[in-house]
Nanobody, 121 residues
Framework: QVQLVESGGGLVQAGGSLRLSCAASGRTFSTYTMGWFRQAPGKEREFVATISWRGGTTYNADSVKGRFTISRDNAKNTLYLQMNSLTPEDTAVYYC??????????????WGQGTQVTVSS
């Protein structure tokens, strides 16, 4: 089992950047595919990015390609999401998740509590 805690959210102006972190507990972090998802008010939770257990394979949603970068440091049990060129459409609660398959939200077993990202225009 793994517990996940996100941090790094906040309020930023359009065009700005934020870096989200997800600290994981447990010895099995390095064995899990990890993902970032987000949920805006009134909308379903959607896929943002995923990374393989070694970090060699990443995949981003079309809406964030070229702007967001997912990475991980298995020695530190930490997942990251670097977000650049933010727009108001990126406003959402961002969640990290572990133990799933690619972009399929329903396959992820473990979830953090989420961190709010608000982008002002």
């Amino acid at each position: 089992q793994v517990q996940l805690v996100e941090s790094g959210g906040g309020l930023v102006q359009a065009g700005g950047s934020l870096r989200l972190s997800c600290a994981a507990s447990g010895r099995t972090f390095s064995t899990y595919t990890m993902g970032w998802f987000r949920q805006a008010p009134g909308k379903e939770r959607e896929f943002v990015a995923t990374i393989s257990w070694r970090g060699g394979t990443t995949y981003n949603a079309d809406s964030v390609k070229g702007r967001f970068t997912i990475s991980r440091d298995n020695a530190k049990n930490t997942l990251y999401l670097q977000m650049n060129s933010l727009t108001p459409e990126d406003t959402a609660v961002y969640y990290c998740a572990a133990g799933g398959v690619g972009a399929v939200v329903t396959t992820y077993r473990y979830w953090g509590q989420g961190t709010q990202v608000t982008v002002s225009s």
